[in-house]
């Protein structure tokens, strides 16, 4: 039994470490290219961004690696008609299983630790990173094309000498097209305050465009700060439940409970006072629906919070789940190619686990149903699983 239970360990962790770094290696690769497009990123940069997109990259290579490693291994054994040697030994098929599902369990384990730091340490390290390179891929990209454009931030420059700009022209766009500012000057210097979280222009005989009037304000010498995140496309939402640790969620669920009760109090209050007093216009003023849609917003946010642990620990335990759909079909179905093997098992799992996830969670962030019903998905794997061990225990 010892034996057995060794050897399909073995096997198992072979093939998974294989097959894990080559897909980890992929979806690395896919994440740095996409992130140096967007930010427009120098090659030291990318490599220094690589032990932050790992882990994200490991959340979405283990689910589908250790499927593969149980579908290869388990397949190509019951082909050979070990399983079939296995039980006439009067040994159960469960001595081959539990091996797979309790590393299938481990891995949930660590799959549900990866996604949380990537989520929290691995995107803001990733914006450390772009933020340190900022000046640098600035000046890199108007050396070689004369202009930068990224965030919501233009640079043109007629040349670049050193680290002096010539003839800038810099446009600073505001959201939903409002608050635009635009400035030139006779030349301009690059620095970057990681402190303050700004961009630095230093200018030279610069000229402020006020409005599209063509009114202009000369502006003095010295130092012009904008925010850094004008400069990178980096999403304004670090609040969101999605970019939270989960150590904090219950504390954000009570902080947001807390300033919802007492945006309640004060509407009732506000509402109270102006039926006292007659005010009947206020009480029809178009300021009342913003009020109530901030509630809402704040009351969406709660289900939100309270949805991300379960959506976080379901994702994880998809590794368990798959192998408790993967490895009884895999010996049910006898062929020694792998791959037809980990489409046939892939597939229905596609079909059924991700759709009932999306359903879950977009009710769960809704608040039309409870959170748990995120784990519906991981729960309907299951039992089909336990299904098809019990067949092959029988037969």
Known sequence: MKILTRYVSIE??????????GMTAMMMVVGLVQEAIRQNLTPLTILQLIPFVLP????????????????????????????????????????VLWPLLIMAFVLSIVTVYLNDMA??????????????SVEKTIYAVLHS??????????????????????????????????????FSAESA????????????????NAVANLSEEGLNAVLPDGDLPIPLRNATRRETRDESPSNLPLRVMRQQIQQQNDRNDTQRRKLAMQAAFQMLGGDFVSLTHPDWPALIGGLVGGQERVYRL???????????????????????LAIYLRRSDFWNTFALCFIPILIVYYPLLMFGVGNAKSGDLPPPV?????????LIGWILIRKILRN
């Open 306 to 328: 309270q949805t991300e642990p379960w959506r976080r620990w379901a994702n994880g335990f998809s590794c368990l789940c798959f192998v408790f759909v993967g490895a009884p």
């Open 56 to 95: 994200n990259a490991l959340c979405f290579a283990i689910p589908g690696t250790i499927l593969f490693a149980t579908c290869m291994v388990l397949g190509r054994m019951s082909s050979s008609n070990e399983i079939v040697a296995v039980k006439s030994m009067g040994i159960s098929p469960m001595a």
């Open 119 to 132: 989520v929290s340490w691995g995107r803001r390290g990733v914006y450390r990173v772009v933020l340190n």
């Open 145 to 182: 094309q004369r202009s930068y454009q990224n965030g919501r931030v233009a640079i043109f420059v007629d040349d670049v000498r050193d680290e002096l700009l010539v003839h800038p022209v810099v446009h600073i766009y505001g959201e939903g097209g409002q608050g635009d500012f635009q």
């Open 12 to 21: 198992l962790t072979k093939v998974f470490l294989i097959t894990l770094s």
């Open 189 to 204: 210097r690059l620095s970057v305050d990681p402190e303050k979280d700004v961009l630095v222009f230093s200018v030279k």
């Open 374 to 382: 995120v784990w519906l998905g991981n729960i309907v794997l299951l």
